[in-house]
């Protein structure tokens, strides 16, 4: 698909930046003003906080590769927020050379191009949506999915995988679960640390997940 976006000479011709961990590399709803190509390095896409860090992980962009060349494509404000997880080395392609290649294409693959990137977009915006769900209600959730009951009746989840992987898979980021799993220590919803976490009122935590 890069062929079809741009060619490589016109690449080449944008200046390699290097960009440093935590630094904000788009921003949801805003226009576009250049396309970025990420060389190398790690880009987390999602949804940001106040303080600009990533509260809900969508997915993640690890060069080479474009960022959020769907909107370019559709000349449409990016859908996610962009975080560079990693020190990155990018590209910025003008806006106007982007969509300048992209008349180069033939009827045909413009076609399909655009009908791929609406597609996704449509995903994107139904990700987004579904993020609108709470982190502890979805992190309730979860809990709730994966406990089991002992002997004594306690009720407790053990923590096979990593927080990161855990986040991953809520779509939020490795800060927000840890947040979330204390807020709800702090409400007497679950109890424990370290690899076990004990369902003190499964109730409350139904109630919290709206199932």
Known sequence: MASMLANESMLLDCPVHAV????AL???????????????????LGIAGVDGKLEHQLGVVEGPGWLEATAAVLDLPSAVDAVAETDVT???L???????ALGT??????SVLVDVARGHRQQTELAVSRLAKDAE??????????????????????LQQRKRLIAAQLGIAPETLSRVLRHLRERSLISGS????????????RTLAGI
């Not at 440093?20 to 630094?23: N, P, Q, S």
């Not at 294409?105 to 413009?110: I, V």
């Not at 209600?137 to 053990?158: I, M, Y």
């Open 26 to 44: 788009l921003q949801r709803a805003a226009a576009l003003g250049s396309v970025i190509f990420v060389e190398s390095g790690r880009v987390a």
């Open 105 to 110: 294409c033939s009827a045909p693959e413009h």
């Open 90 to 92: 990018v590209r910025r």
């Open 20 to 23: 440093v961990a935590g630094t």
């Open 137 to 158: 209600a979805r992190c309730a959730e979860w809990l709730l999915r994966h406990a089991e009951s002992t002997d004594k009746g306690v009720c407790s989840v053990r």
């Open 194 to 205: 370290g690899r076990v976490v004990n369902l003190v009122d499964p109730s409350g935590l």
């Open 94 to 100: 003008p806006l106007s050379e982007f969509r300048s």
